[in-house]
């Protein structure tokens, strides 16, 4: 395999599990053999995303193992600065802990109707504060059998990555989660992601140029497992994996190693 030259990110989306204690105590657990990997490559490195009411919780763990590359990332943002949004968290206070924030994940745009309008308010909002936007955009099932894919897909690209700077540009990440593969235990294959994944960076390409999408990283979500990672690592424009229900077992450490085994090959 060719020599990736972007650092690959395994990011771990634990969505609404782990209060303080348990996410402390499942951070203790992996973050020692977490942070001899990152030791033993240095083009990966490693977020946790814990809920929002646990972030201070794992920072502090964090703070015990300094110089790891393991970071702390939040799930979810609002874009104004502060004010009467009740139940939101504000780009300042994410910043406050956090080096990373999920954007747009499906389960928001479902089930809390963000739109890519929203989502792309969010990313601005990240990017002023020097927060790296995970910017995830997919399609359903029922698109994906209708042969949508690259409609939506395109669709979602001009619309919830747009009106970015060219300096800002390079430091978004996108995640591409198809939809109907989270959760589900039905990965999509290398291939379908692969291609999906091509057209992702060939459009950011048009709409920013050539350096920023080139430096834009672009990873897989949607059932990783241990047994599949080494397969989609192999693509060459896919750059790491947000990874899910994996992310709150032990599989999570065993996802980075075999990341490493398949870069360093």
Not at 216 to 227: C, F, H, Q
Request: with cysteine; proline share 4%; charged share 20%.
């Amino acid at each position: 395999m060719a020599i990736k030259t972007r650092t690959a990110i395994i990011a771990g989306n634990w969505k609404m599990n782990y209060g303080p204690q348990l996410a402390a105590n499942f951070a203790r657990d992996i973050v020692p053999e977490l942070g001899r990997l990152m030791l033993l490559y240095e083009r990966i490195m490693s977020i946790l995303c814990p809920p929002a009411i646990s972030l201070a919780a794992v920072r502090q763990v964090l703070e015990e193992r300094p110089l790891t590359r393991i970071e702390l990332g939040a799930q979810n943002m609002y874009y104004e600065e502060m004010g009467a949004f009740t139940g939101e968290i504000a780009p300042t206070m994410v910043s406050e802990l956090c080096s990373t924030v999920i954007l747009g994940h499906s389960e928001r745009r479902t089930y809390f109707c963000e739109t890519d309008e929203m989502v792309n308010k969010k990313a601005q909002a990240a990017l002023r504060h020097a927060l790296r936007p995970i910017v995830c955009i997919g399609e359903h099932l029922e698109q994906y059998e209708a042969g949508q894919t690259e409609q939506v897909i395109r669709t979602q690209v001009l619309h919830s990555l747009a009106n970015f700077s060219a300096q800002k540009a390079a430091d978004v990440v996108i995640a591409y989660e198809p939809i109907w593969a989270i959760g589900t235990g039905k990965a999509a294959t290398v291939e379908g992601a692969g291609k999906v994944i091509s057209l992702i960076r060939e459009l950011y390409n048009d709409m920013y140029g050539s350096e920023a999408a080139n430096d834009l990283r672009i990873l897989y979500g949607g059932s990783v497992t241990p047994a599949n990672i080494g397969e989609f690592m192999s693509y060459p424009d896919i750059d790491g994996a947000l990874v899910g229900g994996a992310s709150i077992k032990p599989d999570f450490v065993e996802i980075v190693q075999k990341t490493i085994e398949t870069l360093e090959q």
